[in-house]
């Protein structure tokens, strides 16, 4: 593991964690707060902060609805080594 500071800023939020684990496969944000009971506008804030972050990207990024985001190699990274280590 090499992005200690990105592994932090995930792990100190527990919804964070949530969402970055649930993308498995690409979802939307309405999916995303579905899936974890989450009102959309904080599944889209924390999208938002997780794609900032280059942790995950938008397949879809010039679509105004049904974006579809997903883990980046650096997302699957972090997931991988808290699925050993939490």
């Known amino acids: 593991m090499k992005n200690w500071d990105l592994c932090g800023f995930v792990i100190s939020s527990g919804q964070r964690s949530k969402v970055l684990f649930c993308l498995d496969k690409p979802k939307t944000p309405s999916m995303i707060a579905k899936e974890l ?11 938002r ?38």
């Open 37 to 47: 009971k989450l009102s959309l506008a904080h599944a889209s804030k924390i999208v």
């Open 49 to 86: 902060e997780l794609e900032k972050k280059k942790l995950i990207i938008c397949l879809n990024p010039n679509a105004t609805k049904g974006r579809l985001h997903k883990r980046t190699k650096i997302g699957d990274e972090i997931v991988k080594y808290l699925e050993k280590n939490l």
